[in-house]
């Protein structure tokens, strides 16, 4: 299901999806696709595996060639960003991150400066303070000094993902930036990335499998089938018990204590969907 641009005019856009079609090998994971992402809104991207998040993560960041279709980022096509302009607008979270080297945290997260540095490329006064304040953002500041090869895995996905806010692009795009982490960081970090989205201009789009943390912290939902067909719209107008079912092939229901919901599995379910 492809849904129609909203009311805001293409030159508030931070990203657009035009006729997007994705395949892995014979298999069409999406198909002509089109939607705008704006500024301000925190996009969940959920579907089963092997539906393609990963997939339209990449080819969103310009890092893969759609088999249709283009993606714009600011009005230009992404291919045809410079590179280093590219990585100032656009940050990316890879599924997976390997430190190959000894290195402070602090070192680690300013990597994610580069686009910014000048000159003989030094760090100034203001990248270590926006490497400072990443840290803060996600409770990391007593770990500055630590090596990164002595952390353990939840706690090196929330120096990845304060790497990305260090980077100070306006879009974010993160490939289960969740993984390894309990469910009070997961929290922490999406309370983090719901504030950081409120600044002007920005847009977080990440992938996650708990559909109860998409609906309380997403503004917006991307469901993908892995069929070709997908959902977009508003978080709890997507991430319904019908939608969900299907996409994830399992029925599933909403329980509601007050003010508070939950999808969940059916109990007593005669059969898969």
């Known amino acids: 299901m492809n849904s129609r641009r909203n009311a805001r005019t293409s030159a508030d856009a931070t990203l657009h999806a ?7 090998g014979s298999r069409t994971l999406l ?49 045809e960003w410079p590179l280093a302009r590219l990585a100032q607008r656009r940050a990316l979270m890879p599924q997976t991150s390997h430190d190959a080297f000894n290195a402070s945290v602090l070192d ?6 580069f686009p910014h540095l000048a000159g003989w490329g030094w760090e100034r006064d203001e990248d270590r303070a926006a490497a400072h304040a990443a840290l803060d953002a996600l409770g990391l500041a007593e770990f500055a000094a630590r090596d990164v090869l002595s952390l353990s895995g939840g706690e090196r996905q929330r120096v990845a993902l304060a790497a ?17 982490l309990d469910l009070h960081h997961q ?17 977080v789009m990440f992938s996650c499998h708990d559909l109860n943390l998409a609906r309380r912290f997403a503004t917006h939902a991307l469901l993908l089938e892995g069929n070709g067909a997908a959902h977009a ?7 319904t018990p019908e939608l969900a079912s299907r996409a994830f092939g399992y029925p599933l229901v909403l329980i509601r204590d007050g003010d508070d919901e939950a999808l969940i599995p059916a109990l007593r379910a005669a059969s898969r969907i």
């Open 187 to 203: 929290i922490d970090c999406l309370e983090a990335l719901s504030t950081w989205a409120r600044g002007a201009g920005r847009t």
């Open 233 to 239: 719209g508003r978080a709890r107008d997507v991430l």
């Open 108 to 113: 680690i997260v300013l990597l994610n400066r």
């Open 31 to 79: 198909d002509a696709f089109t939607h705008t992402f704006y500024p301000g809104e925190v996009w969940c991207i959920a579907g089963p595996n092997g539906a393609g998040k990963t997939t339209l993560i990449s080819t969103l960041a310009g890092l893969m060639r759609p088999a249709k279709g283009h993606i714009e980022l600011d009005g230009t096509r992404v291919n």
């Open 18 to 24: 035009d006729q997007l079609t994705l395949r892995a």
């Open 164 to 180: 990305v806010l260090c980077q100070d692009a306006p879009l974010l795009l993160l490939d289960e930036p969740l993984t390894h």
